[in-house]
């Protein structure tokens, strides 16, 4: 059975760091690109990172320069690193996977970030 459960929500002050993490479960995570998605409340879900199985990472152009996405196959784990957080940045993270060359995807349940002074 296919699991993601992220990790390393909480609540930071403007200006600070968060790192997210995803672990998979159900061997497909070698098979697999990995990408970070966020909701915030009333707004639709958006893409925020992408890592390909060798490494290869795009990211949206609002969180270019401050988030990380990383990924360790031999750990079946992805992070997503986030700095310089701000207030926009709130929303609950979903970590996301899809099976290379199929249409099969699954979903973790959502990790809430809340950036607050």
């Known amino acids: 059975q296919v699991q993601l459960v992220e990790s390393g929500g909480g609540t930071v002050q403007p200006g600070g760091s968060l790192r997210l993490s995803c672990v998979v479960s159900?061997?497909?995570?070698?098979?697999?690109?990995m990408s970070w998605f966020r909701q915030a409340p009333g707004k639709q879900r958006d893409l925020v990172a992408h890592?390909?199985?060798?490494?290869?990472?795009d990211y949206a152009d609002s969180v270019k320069g401050r988030f990380t996405i990383s990924r360790d196959n031999a750990k079946d784990t992805v992070w997503l690193q986030m700095d310089s957080l701000r207030d926009e940045d709130t929303a609950t993270y979903y970590c996301?996977?899809?099976?290379?060359?199929?249409?099969?995807?699954?979903w973790g349940q959502g990790t809430q970030v809340t950036v607050s002074s």
């Open positions: 159900g061997r497909i995570f070698g098979y697999s690109e």
């Open positions: 996301y996977a899809r099976l290379i060359g199929s249409n099969t995807e699954y």
């Open positions: 890592i390909l199985t060798g490494g290869v990472a």
